[in-house]
């Protein structure tokens, strides 16, 4: 099955930089990739996905990266708040498979 | 919409008890999970179902059973509850059977204790 693995697994950066953190896949096949941000206390919220036929997405401060060769894909956040402060998953799969997270990383926004 | 609701919130078990846990989602989704989180784990999938009356297993399955009599409704139960079990318990549903191609909406989770 698919195999999902994120470095790094936490990230510390002043308030105002930016922060990337990348997945790595193992299935060629997947052609979903989504970004889950997950607050203390709370489930996993969706904050932007990407399909295989695209290789980057931006929404506001966010933005995903896809290389299918290499097979990773990667999170940026640009000037970044206090409120970006969350555990981050990433994931990947095809069709009616469920898809496969990644073990998260820990995003620290230092004010 | 309500969305994907999960009670209850907190539970405290002693070894060898049983519960449910409850998930109930509003949006007419076809597909829904449950997961286990658990710290430097990640999230792994428990069971799932797409649809009514269809169940299978996922990754961790051992020592929980699941049900879909309808749409809304996907409780996980647990049969004996053992301190193994101990973890952070995510539901959650998806638009349909493809659950490979679009967006997991989440529940609040309930966070279990067994002693």
């Known amino acids: 099955g698919e195999n999902v693995e994120q470095h790094p697994s936490t990230l510390s950066v002043q308030e105002g930089d930016s922060a990337v953190i990348k997945c790595t896949y193992s299935d060629s096949a997947s052609n979903y990739f989504p970004w889950y941000k997950q607050e203390l206390g709370k489930g996993p919220q969706l904050i932007i996905d990407?399909?295989?036929?695209?290789g980057e997405k931006k929404d506001q401060r966010i933005a995903v990266t896809l290389n299918k060769t290499a097979k990773h894909f990667s999170l940026h956040i640009t000037e970044t708040q206090p409120e970006d402060s969350a555990v981050y998953f990433c994931a990947a799969s095809k069709g009616n498979n469920s898809p496969a997270f990644g073990k998260g990383n820990q995003v620290v926004v230092i004010p | 919409n309500a969305g994907v609701t999960q009670t209850p919130k907190f539970q405290v078990l002693k070894t060898g008890q049983s519960m449910t846990l409850q998930c109930a989602q509003d949006m007419n989704h076809e597909y829904m999970s449950w997961y286990r989180q658990d710290p430097g784990m990640g999230l792994r999938l428990i069971h799932y179902s797409v649809g009514a009356g269809i169940t299978d297993q996922g990754e961790v399955p051992n020592g929980y059973n699941v049900s879909r009599s309808t749409t809304e409704d996907f409780p996980l139960r647990l049969l004996s509850a053992a301190p193994s079990q101990t973890s952070v318990y995510f539901c959650?549903?998806?638009?349909?059977?493809?659950?490979?191609?679009?967006?997991?909406?989440f529940g609040p989770g309930t966070r279990l204790t067994v002693t």
């Open positions: 959650a549903s998806s638009i349909n059977g493809l659950a490979g191609s679009y967006e997991q909406y």
């Open positions: 990407i399909r295989s036929n695209v």
